[in-house]
C-alpha cells in the first residue's frame, strides 16, 4: 500500500513549510533513508528523507508551494500502484489549479496566484500556459523590451497589484548591468526583503519595544589573549579565531553567572540547565542565529570546529531547523568589519542577555612610566533589566573581561 | 458661526468642479466658491462654446460639397448669427447647469463669491467672510494673455470671450497669434463669411505641435481663403475709421473690422493673494501630487501652467483632491492628448516627430493618408492622414498624430494603447472594424513596421 510524504513539522514554531526542491521524480525509485525534497522553513532549508522503499508515485504539491505541516506532499509506494489521493487530489483541482510543478514553481517566482490561471479544457496548467499569462500580465512593450534584453519579463519585480510596466523592465535591466545604468541615478528602488529579513525584521522590532534592555560597555586588555591565540594557531591543526575563544570565555561567564543565561518566562525567568549560545551569522539573505548546544562542555578545538560548521551551513542555507532554536545566550560579533568600535545589540527574546564583540584597537598606557602598547577589545553586553539588576550585569562583563585579560583561564 | 469644511475648493472649471466632486465622493465636506459661472472658461468661454460654433461653421462649409453628393440646394445657405448665437449659449446653459446638477447631488455647498487665501486652513469668500478648512484646492483657472504693444487696450482688439458674444458676422477679422485658439476661431469666421487674416510670430501656424499638423493646416486654411502671415511681430494697433489697422515691425501694415487676441492664456493668480504661495513666471509652484509649497494647499489646473487644458485639469483635480484628503496621488500627465478642432481636426498624442527624433536614436514614421481609407473616400471626406512615430527596435509608439475628420476620437485609441505600452505590433494586428476611420491608425502602425498592406509597395 502506498504510504504518504508529509510536510514535516520541523520545530516546535513551525507551521507550514515551502518546497524549494524535488530531489526525485515522479516514478523515480527511492530508498528509506534517501533525501527526496528540500524544505524551507522561516529559518532554515533541510532536506526531507523518505520513510519508505518503494516509488516516488506522485508529487501532490510542486516546488515554491507553501504547505501547512503534515499535509501530504507525495507518494510513495509499488511501482503502477495508484495512490489513495488521487480522488481528493481532483476534486482539489476543481477548487484550486491542477498545475506541473514547473508552472508551479515559475507561478510562485512571478508572484501569480495559480487559481487566478484558467487550465486549459479539461487538462493540467503547464509552464508554457504560466509563462503565457505572465507575457500577457507585462504590457506588450515590457515584454519586448524584457524578450529582447533575454530577459524573463516575471522576473522582473513590478508595483504591487500592477502589472510589468517598460519602467520596471527598465530598472530590472539597469540593476543587473550597474555599467549601463546611471551611477549618478538619483532614482528610488524598491528591494523585497528577504523571508528571513522579515522574519527578523519582526522579532528585532518585537524585541526592541518590549524589552528594558540596557548596554554595558567594556575595553578587555586583549594583547596576551592574542598572544595566547597565536601560540595555538602556530602550533595547532585548527584555526582558533578571536570569536571562538570570546565564545568559550563567554560560556565560562556564563557557567559563574546563572542568571544571564535565562529566558524570560511570563513573571518567570527559567535560568537554563544548558548553556546553549546563539552565534549570530550574516548571510546573503539576511541574519541567521545557529545554535551552539553546550557551548561550556565542549574542547576549544571541538568548539571551533562546531562554530565553523554551523556558520558554513547558514550561509548555505543547510541548517536543520532544530539548529536554530534552543539558544540560551547570543553572541555578536562585528569586530571583523572593521569600521565600528563596539554597539549595542538587541536582545533575541526570549533570552536576557547579549553580548557584543566590537573592534580590536591599540592604545598607548602608561605603565609604572613608561608608554607601552596595548591591544584592546571593545565589548558590549545588552541586558534585560527585568531580568538582570546593574550588579549582576556588570559582574557578568566583568567576568568577561576577566577571562580576556587572563586567556589561560578560558583555556582550562 | 461659519461652517468647516474638510476641503474648501477655489473656482468653478474643470479642475475645480471635478475636485469637489471627487473630495465629495469620498465622503469630505466640500465648498466650492466660484464668482462667475460654473464650468469655467472650458465650458463658458473655451472649449464647449468654440465647438458648438465650430459645427455650425462646418455645417456651413459641407453645404458646398452637397452639390457632387447629389443635393441640390435651390438658394444658397445663410447664416442667422442671432440663432447661431442662441444655439451655442443653450450648449453652454445646459452644460454648466450640468455641473450644478452633480455637485448638488454630491452636496457640495457652492459659494458664490471671490475668493482669496488667507492662510493654510483659511479662505476669505466675498459677501460671505472667512471659511476654515482642512484643505484648500486652488484652481483659479487662466485667463487671456495680453500682448504688450501699443494699441492693444483698443475696443476692436477683441479677447476669446469677446468673440464668442458677437451677434453679427465682422467684414474682416485679424487673427492675432496661430496657435490653438487662433486657428479655430480663425475657421469659425471664415466660414461665416469674414475675410480672416491670421497673423503668428513663429515660422509655422499651430507651433507647439507636430509640423506635419501644421502643414496640413495652414494649406486647408489658405484654400478656403484664410490669408496666412508668419514670421511677423507686429509694432502696434491704430484704430482707423471703419476698423483698425495692425502695424507690423517691418513697416507693414493690415486692416481689418476687428482683431483677435489669441496669444494664449496664463494663470489667474487673483485667488492667492498674499499667502505666500511659490509662484514662477506667473506660474503657481506645484509637485506632482498638486500641493503648492504651503502644506494644505493645492493648486491643479491652469493656475500651475502644466497643461492648459481642460481633460489635463480633470486629471490634475481628481490628484489634488485625493492628495488634499491625505491619500497623495500623482497627476498622470504623461499621455495628454490635444486637439484642433475644425475642418481637419488635427490631433497628437506624445511626442511630435521633431521631439522623437531628439530623444530616441532610431525612429520610424508610418504614414496612412485618408485617401486610401475605405471609410474616408465613401463619405467624400479624404482630407488628412495618420501618422505614427515608433522606436523600430520595440515597436514603442512614441507619438500619433492624426489631421481629418474624427481625429479628435481616433486620438483617444491612440492615447489608450500608449498608456497601456502596447505597441505598434499589438495596434497592427488588432482587428478594426471595416471600413471605418479607425482603420487607418492600424495601418499606419503596420507602415511604420513596414508591412502596410493597403499602401503601395515601395
Known amino acids: ?412 | 458661526m461659519m461652517k468647516e469644511y474638510d476641503l474648501v475648493v477655489v473656482g468653478g472649471g474643470p479642475a475645480g468642479y471635478i475636485a469637489a466632486l471627487h473630495g465629495a465622493l469620498h465622503g469630505a465636506s466640500v465648498a466650492l466658491v466660484e464668482s462667475g459661472e460654473l464650468g469655467g472658461t472650458c465650458l463658458n468661454r473655451g472649449c464647449i462654446p468654440t465647438k458648438a460654433w465650430l459645427q455650425t461653421a462646418e455645417a456651413l462649409l459641407e453645404t458646398r460639397d452637397w452639390a457632387s453628393r447629389g443635393i441640390v440646394l435651390d438658394t444658397p445657405p445663410r447664416l442667422d448669427m442671432k440663432a447661431a448665437l442662441a444655439s451655442k449659449d443653450r450648449a453652454v446653459r445646459r452644460l454648466t447647469g450640468g455641473v450644478k446638477t452633480l455637485l448638488d447631488s454630491r452636496k457640495v455647498d457652492i459659494l458664490r463669491g471671490r475668493a482669496v487665501l488667507k492662510g493654510p486652513r483659511l479662505v476669505d469668500v466675498e459677501g460671505v467672510g472667512l471659511v476654515t478648512t482642512g484643505a484648500v484646492i486652488l484652481a483659479g483657472g487662466s485667463i487671456s494673455a495680453r500682448l504688450p504693444i501699443p494699441g492693444v487696450d483698443s475696443k476692436r482688439v477683441l479677447l476669446s470671450e469677446d468673440i464668442l458674444a458677437l451677434d453679427k458676422v465682422p467684414a474682416s477679422l485679424l487673427v492675432i497669434g496661430g496657435g490653438v485658439i487662433g486657428v479655430e476661431i480663425a475657421q469659425i469666421f471664415s466660414a461665416f463669411g469674414s475675410a480672416v487674416t491670421i497673423i503668428e510670430l513663429e515660422q509655422r501656424l499651430l507651433p507647439a505641435m507636430d509640423e506635419g499638423l501644421s502643414t496640413i493646416a495652414a494649406e486647408t486654411l489658405a484654400r478656403r481663403g484664410v490669408n496666412i502671415r508668419t514670421g511677423v511681430s507686429i509694432a502696434g494697433i491704430a484704430e482707423t475709421k471703419e476698423g483698425l489697422a495692425l502695424l507690423l515691425a517691418d513697416g507693414g501694415r493690415i486692416e481689418a473690422e476687428l482683431a483677435l487676441l489669441s496669444v494664449g492664456r496664463r494663470p489667474d493668480l487673483s485667488c492667492l493673494g498674499d499667502s505666500g504661495v511659490k509662484v514662477e513666471k506667473g506660474r503657481v509652484v506645484t509637485d506632482e501630487f498638486m500641493e503648492t509649497n504651503l502644506k494644505g494647499v493645492f493648486a491643479p489646473g491652469d493656475i500651475n501652467g502644466r497643461k492648459m487644458l481642460a481633460h489635463a485639469a480633470f486629471a490634475m483635480g481628481e490628484a489634488a483632491a485625493d492628495s488634499a484628503l491625505g491619500k497623495p496621488r500623482r497627476a498622470e500627465l504623461d499621455y495628454v492628448p490635444s486637439v484642433v478642432y475644425g475642418k481637419p481636426e488635427l490631433a497628437s498624442v506624445g511626442r511630435s516627430e521633431a521631439e522623437a527624433r531628439a530623444a530616441y536614436d532610431r525612429v520610424e514614421l508610418g504614414v496612412f493618408p485618408f485617401a486610401a481609407n475605405g471609410r474616408a473616400v465613401a463619405s467624400g471626406d479624404t482630407e488628412g492622414f495618420v501618422k505614427i512615430i515608433i522606436e523600430p527596435r520595440h515597436g514603442e509608439i512614441l507619438g500619433v498624430h492624426i489631421a481629418g475628420a474624427g481625429a479628435s476620437e481616433l486620438i483617444n485609441e491612440a492615447a489608450a494603447l500608449m498608456r497601456l505600452e502596447a505597441t505598434a505590433h499589438e495596434l497592427a494586428d488588432t482587428m478594426h472594424a471595416h471600413p471605418s476611420r479607425s482603420e487607418a491608425l492600424m495601418e499606419a502602425a503596420a507602415a511604420a513596421l513596414g508591412r502596410c498592406l493597403h499602401l503601395p509597395g515601395k
Not at chain 1, 103 to 118: K, T, Y
Not at chain 1, 185 to 200: F, G, K, M, V, Y
Not at chain 1, 220 to 239: H, P, Q, Y
Request: with cysteine; aromatic share 2%; net charge neutral.
Open chain 1, 1 to 412: 500500500m502506498a504510504s504518504s510524504v508529509i510536510m514535516p513539522k520541523a520545530g516546535m514554531a513551525m507551521e507550514e513549510g515551502v518546497i524549494v526542491a524535488w530531489l526525485k521524480k515522479e516514478g523515480d525509485a527511492v530508498v528509506r533513508g534517501e533525501p527526496i525534497a528540500e524544505i524551507e522553513t522561516d529559518k532554515a532549508v533541510m532536506e526531507l528523507e523518505a520513510e519508505a522503499d518503494g516509488v516516488l508515485l506522485t508529487i501532490t504539491r510542486g516546488v515554491g508551494e507553501k504547505v501547512p505541516v503534515t499535509e501530504v506532499i507525495a507518494w510513495i509506494g509499488k511501482s503502477g500502484e495508484i495512490p489513495p489521493a488521487t480522488a481528493t487530489a481532483t476534486a482539489k483541482a476543481a477548487t484550486t489549479a491542477a498545475a506541473t510543478p514547473a508552472a508551479r514553481r515559475i507561478a510562485v517566482e512571478a508572484g501569480i496566484e495559480l487559481a487566478s490561471l484558467l487550465p486549459p479544457p479539461g487538462g493540467v496548467l503547464h509552464a508554457d500556459d504560466v509563462r503565457r499569462h505572465i507575457r500577457k500580465d507585462a504590457t506588450p512593450l515590457a515584454s519586448r523590451i524584457a524578450e529582447a534584453a533575454a530577459m524573463d519579463p516575471g522576473s522582473v519585480p513590478r508595483q504591487e497589484g500592477s502589472r510589468t510596466h517598460k519602467a520596471d523592465v527598465e530598472a530590472a535591466l539597469s540593476s543587473r548591468t550597474p555599467s549601463s545604468g546611471d551611477p549618478q541615478s538619483t532614482e528610488d528602488r524598491r528591494i523585497p526583503l528577504t523571508a528571513i529579513q522579515r522574519i527578523t525584521g519582526e522579532r528585532l522590532a518585537r524585541s526592541h519595544a518590549e524589552i528594558p534592555s540596557v548596554t554595558l560597555f567594556a575595553l578587555a586588555d586583549a594583547t596576551r589573549f592574542l598572544a595566547v591565540r597565536k601560540e595555538l594557531n602556530d602550533e595547532g591543526s585548527i584555526r582558533i579565531s578571536v570569536n571562538d575563544l570570546v565564545i568559550r570565555a563567554c560560556a565560562k561567564a556564563l557557567l559563574a553567572n546563572p542568571r544571564a543565561n535565562a529566558v524570560i518566562d511570563g513573571d518567570g525567568l527559567i535560568l537554563k540547565g544548558g548553556i546553549h549560545i546563539g552565534v549570530a551569522v550574516a548571510t546573503d539573505t539576511g541574519l541567521l542565529v545557529p545554535t551552539l548546544r553546550d557551548a561550556a562542555r565542549l574542547s576549544l578545538p571541538d568548539l571551533s570546529l562546531r562554530v565553523k560548521d554551523l556558520a558554513g551551513r547558514a550561509r548555505a542555507r543547510r541548517l536543520r531547523p532544530e539548529e536554530l532554536e534552543g539558544g540560551t545566550f547570543t553572541i555578536s560579533n562585528i569586530g571583523m568589519y572593521g569600521g565600528a568600535t563596539s554597539f549595542t545589540p538587541i536582545i533575541n527574546q526570549p533570552q536576557v542577555g547579549i553580548l557584543g564583540i566590537g573592534a580590536l584597537e591599540e592604545r598607548l598606557f602608561l605603565e609604572a612610566g613608561v608608554p607601552v602598547v596595548r591591544t584592546m577589545l571593545h565589548l558590549s553586553f545588552s541586558f534585560d533589566h527585568r531580568a538582570l539588576d546593574g550588579a549582576e550585569s556588570s559582574s557578568f562583563i566583568k567576568a568577561v573581561k576577566d577571562l580576556i585579560e587572563r586567556p589561560l583561564l578560558i583555556l582550562s
